[in-house]
C-alpha cells in the first residue's frame, strides 16, 4: 500500500503517476488490478490515471480518516470531533 499511497500523492493536481520500475512488482501491480476492476484507475503502460480527484484522495489515505472519523463518531464519550483540522498554539518565551 505504501506505493500506492505515494503514487496517489505524486498524482496531486494532474491525477497522474508514472511508476517506472515499480510496476514490475508483482503486489503493487495486484494492487492497482484490484482498482482497475473496480474502475477507479486507468493504467496505460507504467503511467497511473486516477478516476478522480476523490479517488485519488480515497487511495492517499482519504479511507483511513473517514474510517477512523466513524469509529470516534461511534464512541459515547466523545461530544466534540473535528476534521481537517488545524491547531496552532504560539509558545511563549521566558
Known amino acids: 500500500?505504501?506505493?500506492?499511497n505515494w503514487?496517489?500523492?505524486q498524482a496531486k493536481g494532474t491525477l497522474r503517476y508514472k511508476c517506472g520500475d515499480d510496476i514490475k512488482f508483482s503486489v503493487f501491480r495486484s494492487l492497482l488490478?484490484?482498482?482497475?476492476?473496480?474502475?477507479?484507475l486507468l493504467l496505460k503502460g507504467d503511467i497511473i490515471d486516477?478516476?478522480?480527484e476523490?479517488?485519488?484522495i480515497a487511495l492517499n489515505g482519504g479511507w483511513?480518516?473517514?474510517y477512523v472519523f466513524e469509529q470516534?463518531?461511534?464512541?459515547e464519550k466523545v461530544d466534540d470531533i473535528l476534521?481537517?483540522?488545524?491547531?496552532?498554539?504560539k509558545i511563549m518565551k521566558e
Not at 500500500?1 to 500506492?4: A, G, H, S, V
Not at 488490478?33 to 477507479?40: C, G, M, Q
Open 1 to 4: 500500500m505504501p506505493k500506492l
Open 7 to 9: 503514487a496517489s500523492s
Open 33 to 40: 488490478n484490484f482498482y482497475i476492476a473496480r474502475i477507479l
Open 50 to 52: 486516477f478516476k478522480n
Open 54 to 56: 476523490e479517488t485519488r
Open 64 to 66: 483511513l480518516e473517514d
Open 72 to 75: 470516534v463518531r461511534g464512541i
Open 83 to 89: 476534521e481537517n483540522a488545524e491547531i496552532k498554539m
